[in-house]
C-alpha cells in the first residue's frame, strides 16, 4: 500500500512538474485580457482601464494568475533574466488589477484599499514562489532587489492603477520585446505634457513624482543612466520640441522640478 501511495504522489509531482515547465512564456492570457480592455489615450502616451471589463472577465484573470502563483521559485531562478523580469511585472500588474476589482466599483483611488496602518501595497492577498506576498515584495524586493536586474525603466511599467502613474501596455511584456517595451514605455510616458513637460515659460523641466520617489534609481548607470539629469537628456525630444531647450535640458543645465501625483483610479467609464 504505501509503495502505491509513494507511486501515486511520484506521478502527481511530475504532472504539477511538466504543467509548471510549460509555463507560457508569451503570457497570452493576460494578453488577451490587456488588449480587450486597456485603451490607449493621449496620442497614446497614457491608457485608461476598464475594471468593469476586467470583472466580467474576472475568471479569466483569475485562472492567469492562478498559473503565475503555481510556479515554483526554482523554476523562476532556471528562466533567463528577460524572462523573469516579464514574469514580475506582469505578475504585479494582473494583482493590482485583481485588488483593484476586489472592491470595484466602490473604489475611487487604490489608496483606499489599505487599512488604518496598512497601505495597499503591503496586503498579503496572494500567493507567490509559496510564499504570502504583496506587491511591495514584487517591486522592492524582487524586481529592484540590488545587482538583479538595475533597470530604472521598470518604473514606466509596474503600474498603480492611478492616473497619475506610467500607461498600463494594452499588452503583456514577454522576455523576447522587454526591452523595447521598456524603452517604449519611457517615450511614452516622457512625452505625456501632463505628467512630463519642459515649461517654456519658467525654463524648468516640470517632471513625475517617481522621479522623485525613485531618483536613485536613475543614477546606477544601466545604459547610461547616471543620474536624473542624464536620463531627462536622453528624452529631450519628448519634453520640448525646441532645439534650443532640448540642447540645454541634455547638458543638464535646466532646474527640475516635481508635479503632484494624481492618484484617481485611471478607470474608464
Known amino acids: ?10 506521478l502527481l509531482a511530475l504532472a504539477s512538474a511538466s504543467a509548471v515547465a510549460q509555463f507560457d512564456h508569451s503570457h497570452k492570457g493576460f494578453d ?12 497614446g502616451n497614457a491608457s485608461q482601464v476598464s475594471y468593469a471589463g476586467f470583472a ?21 531562478k532556471s528562466w533567463s533574466k528577460p524572462q523573469q523580469l516579464a514574469f514580475l511585472i506582469n505578475a504585479y500588474n494582473a494583482y493590482t488589477i485583481e485588488l ?13 484599499l489599505g487599512g488604518t496602518f496598512t497601505k495597499p501595497w503591503s496586503l498579503k ?28 525603466r521598470i518604473h514606466v511599467a509596474v ?10 501596455r494594452n499588452e503583456a511584456f514577454t522576455g523576447e520585446r522587454i526591452d523595447s517595451q521598456l524603452e517604449d514605455g519611457m ?5 505625456d505634457k501632463s505628467r512630463n513637460r519642459y515649461n517654456a515659460e519658467s525654463k524648468k523641466l516640470e517632471v513625475s513624482k517617481i522621479f522623485d520617489w525613485y531618483k536613485k534609481d536613475f543614477t546606477k548607470g544601466y545604459k547610461g543612466f547616471s543620474s536624473l539629469e542624464t536620463t531627462l537628456g536622453k528624452y529631450a525630444d ?19 522640478s516635481y508635479l503632484d501625483y494624481d492618484w484617481n483610479l485611471n478607470d474608464k467609464k
Request: aromatic share 8%.
Open 1 to 10: 500500500m504505501m509503495r502505491v501511495i509513494h507511486s501515486f504522489a511520484t
Open 32 to 43: 488577451d485580457l490587456l488588449k480587450k480592455h486597456v485603451s490607449y489615450i493621449s496620442n
Open 56 to 76: 466580467r472577465d474576472r475568471a479569466a484573470l483569475k485562472a492567469y494568475l492562478g498559473g503565475v502563483s503555481a510556479v515554483p521559485e526554482a523554476t523562476y
Open 100 to 112: 483593484i476589482l476586489t472592491k470595484y466599483p466602490n473604489v475611487k483611488s487604490i489608496r483606499e
Open 125 to 152: 492577498f496572494f500567493t507567490l514562489f509559496g510564499r504570502e506576498t504583496t506587491l511591495d515584495n514584487i517591486e522592492h524586493d524582487m524586481i529592484r532587489a540590488e545587482g538583479v536586474f538595475n533597470d530604472p
Open 159 to 168: 503600474v498603480c492603477a492611478s492616473i497619475g502613474c506610467p500607461m498600463l
Open 187 to 191: 517615450q511614452r510616458f516622457l512625452s
Open 238 to 256: 519628448r519634453l520640448s520640441a525646441d532645439p534650443a531647450a532640448q540642447a540645454e535640458i541634455r547638458a543638464g543645465k535646466v532646474s527640475i
